[in-house]
């Protein structure tokens, strides 16, 4: 079964910095894009920031100059640097990948996601 687990979500306060960490596992053949995607309360699941195996990366306006994507293909991680953190950027914050397992695929697996709250 493959998984995607997220960590470093938390509370800091406007202007502070926090770093979110995802590790697939399981039965995988090939990870395409991950991403991470962000959910505020009552509002839609949106994107945040994607990354290409290769590296080449794609952020929400939003984020851009604040935000950094990265990821180590060899762990099978995506990592989200968040700096300067806004009381907008509170939400729960998902990850997502595109991939293949040994089995099937491509398809789309999501993290069970990771709060991220702001305070002034």
């Known amino acids: 079964q493959v998984r995607l687990v997220e960590s470093g979500g938390g509370l800091v306060q406007t202007g502070g910095s926090l770093r979110l960490s995802c590790a697939a596992s399981g039965a995988i053949g090939r990870i395409n894009a991950m991403g991470w995607y962000q959910q505020a309360p009552g509002k839609q699941r949106e994107l945040v920031a994607t990354?290409?195996?290769?590296?080449?990366?794609n952020y929400a306006d939003s984020v851009k100059g604040r935000f950094t994507i990265s990821r180590d293909n060899a762990k099978m991680t995506v990592y989200l640097q968040m700096n300067s953190l806004k009381l907008e950027d509170a939400a729960v914050y998902y990850c997502?990948?595109?991939?293949?397992?040994?089995?099937?695929?491509?398809?789309?697996?999501w993290g069970q996601g990771t709060l991220v709250t702001v305070s002034s």
């Open positions: 990354i290409t195996p290769g590296g080449i990366t």
């Open positions: 997502n990948a595109n991939l293949r397992s040994v089995y099937s695929g491509p398809y789309d697996v």
